[in-house]
């Protein structure tokens, strides 16, 4: 299984370094958010870190068979599944507290891509883009566990 898991780890890094630019990006557009049109795009940058956390979700869920194979709901199924310490296969990824600001961008993104309107509700919009910044304050702790327990199912230490 090391193949497989050291693949994972290598995804794994190039998700966060994705994740902390995208960050970074919507750290500097989210100061203009009291321009009209910045919402849009505050809103863009919102969508794109939730889908890439997810994307990290879905390949951590395949590499454990722990895919979600009910299709109802399953974006949150996945982001739960995350949350879960599975005894002898996979500890959690991510803590609660992860979990539900993750949730909140779940929600948003959802929002988003059915969206038909260029403007968003601006106290929804800086609900959303507060929880992505509990979010970086969060998920590096969970997410340099995880890596960490790879490391040692893999067998021994692998640099970034």
Not at 28 to 36: A, L, N, Q
Not at 110 to 131: C, E, I, Q, S, T
Request: aromatic share 10%; proline share 3%.
């Amino acid at each position: 299984m090391n193949e497989p898991i050291r693949l994972l780890q290598a995804e794994i890094w190039a998700d966060l370094r994705a994740i902390e630019e995208v960050g970074g990006v919507l750290d500097s557009v989210s100061k203009r958010i009291t321009e009209p049109e910045m919402g849009i795009v505050v809103g863009y940058y919102l969508h794109v870190l939730y889908s890439l956390f997810e994307n990290l979700f879905t390949r951590i869920a395949a590499t454990f068979g722990n895919q979600v194979t009910d299709r109802g709901q399953w974006h949150a199924r996945l982001l739960r599944r995350m949350t879960l310490d599975v005894e002898e296969i996979c500890p959690r990824v991510i803590e609660d507290e992860t979990c539900r600001c993750l949730d909140e961008l779940r929600r948003f993104r959802h929002l988003f891509r059915n969206a038909y309107v260029l403007r968003f509700d601006p106290g929804r919009l800086a609900l959303v883009l507060k929880k992505a910044q509990q979010l970086e304050r969060l998920y590096k702790h969970d997410l340099e566990r995880f890596p960490s327990f790879l490391d040692n199912l893999a067998g021994g230490e692998v640099s970034e």
